[in-house]
């Protein structure tokens, strides 16, 4: 990891003593995390310290009984607010409590982390005890970071209230989330709080506008197990706006998440963009249903959940069937599933975690190639035809004498022009 390192100094005067200081700095890099730490002669001076953000917001204060803080959009030291690290002038305060009278040098380290495109490993649809699940939000935190996971999104149905007591862990980002919960069709709305006022709708104008609504305020919104037998999406894949489809739901059956599978290949096929997720639909612990199966694997700048909701709706990432199932990295970060490519641009994809008999399916609009695995890791450099999209698949016998199922299933590289 790069990081940026800031040095500056102030010189506090004995006629500065009882006030309240600014001390300006400037951040120019895009920051995954910051730590500010202050040092003076302390033996006759005493030094407050507080920071406001690069918008001026008051994020936070602990007067002298600190030396150092740490701070980034998703956790912090204690007394201070999570906020994105935003690049302008922020502001240390000090408060000049006791001062000699020859004055005091106060030296200021910032050290801020470079972001870095990194893979992220999370699950966008599980439940809690808001719900009908059976874990509180913490539980399910702990339970994540054990399954191996980077991110979560708890999704109660029409219940919001869990999200304003999400913390964050140390390995864990939790970010908010609600399944609009309708008997015609259910929609994960993530990153927001509170993403509607009246989740109630009885036509397909008002469910259109709750999901209008909740898009304009910044949510993804998310058709969750659209052809699910009990409660898909009945009302019309195309007379709505939406950004993202769950085209793996681990609750579903194996033929439902197919068709799934072959109506988005369709879209795609008839020039459509849509990015597609999956998730566990983690209710309570039981063979087979455990969070990150299967899990969305994403490239993001960093652990933030505004980097995580970029990549997601930038279609910046793969499905995995677990959290210890194949991965796909490229050799280069030029390109990344769901960017525009050149056609005949080479692409380096790097496949790890398979199994001997996976096979690897390259599938573009009218034409697929498969490669038979013999190895656990493997490498495959091809050019990127020019036919609208091309995008990966890995396939494979979970039981011996069955037909190969998907265990992993990318995004498309879409070809620049299509």
């Not at 956790?75 to 999570?82: D, I, K, M, R, V």
């Not at 908010?176 to 104008?205: C, I």
Request: glycine share 8%; proline share 4%; net charge negative.
């Amino acid at each position: 990891m790069e990081y940026k390192d800031i040095t500056f100094q102030r010189f506090v005067t004995k006629e500065e003593e009882g006030m309240y200081l600014t001390v300006p700095f400037f951040l120019d890099v895009d920051a995954s995390q910051m730590e500010i730490s202050y040092e003076y002669d302390k033996s006759n001076s005493i030094i407050d310290f507080g920071l406001n953000d690069a918008g001026g917001e008051f994020i936070g204060w602990s007067g002298s009984n600190r030396s150092s803080i740490g701070i980034s959009e998703r956790a912090c030291s204690e007394g201070f607010f999570p906020v994105p690290l935003k690049q302008g002038e922020w502001q240390v305060l000090l408060g000049a409590y006791k001062v000699p009278q020859e004055g005091v040098t106060v030296t200021y380290r910032v050290r801020a982390a470079i972001k870095e495109l990194k893979l992220l490993k999370g699950d966008i649809h599980m439940h809690s005890r808001g719900s009908d699940g059976n874990l509180t939000t913490g539980e399910l935190a702990f339970l994540a970071e054990k399954e191996g996971l980077d991110y979560i999104f708890i999704t109660d149905h029409n219940n919001y209230a869990h999200n304003y007591e999400l913390r964050s862990t140390e390995h864990v980002t939790l970010i908010p989330g609600v399944e609009w919960t309708n008997y015609r069709g259910h929609a994960g709305m993530l990153g927001l709080k509170r993403p509607f006022q009246d989740f109630m709708a009885n036509s397909q104008e008002k469910a259109k506008e709750i999901l209008a609504k909740a898009r304009d305020a910044g949510a993804l919104v998310v058709l969750n197990h659209p052809f699910c037998l009990d409660c898909g999406w009945r009302w019309g894949m195309d007379f709505m706006e939406y950004d993202l489809v769950e085209v793996w739901n681990g609750g579903l059956s194996i033929e439902r998440n197919h068709k799934c599978l072959e109506w988005w290949d369709l879209q795609l096929k008839a020039g459509r963009k849509i990015p597609v997720t999956g998730g566990s639909d983690f209710h309570i612990i039981r063979e087979g249903s455990m969070p990150g199966l299967p899990c969305t694997c994403v490239y993001a700048m960093s652990n933030s959940a505004d980097d995580i909701l970029d990549a997601l709706k930038r279609g910046r990432s793969f499905l995995s069937i677990s959290p210890q199932g194949p991965v796909m990295t490229m050799e280069s970060s030029r390109y990344l599933p769901g960017d525009e490519v050149e056609a005949d641009s080479s692409i380096a994809l790097l496949f790890s975690n398979l199994k001997k008999d996976d096979t690897i399916h390259l599938i573009w609009a009218d034409g697929e190639e498969e490669i038979i695995c013999e190895e656990n890791t493997m490498k495959v450099v091809r050019c990127i035809p020019d036919k609208k999209y091309y995008r990966v698949e890995i396939r494979r016998r979970l039981w011996p004498g069955t037909q190969r199922v998907p265990v992993l299933i990318s995004n498309p590289f879409y070809t620049r022009g299509e």
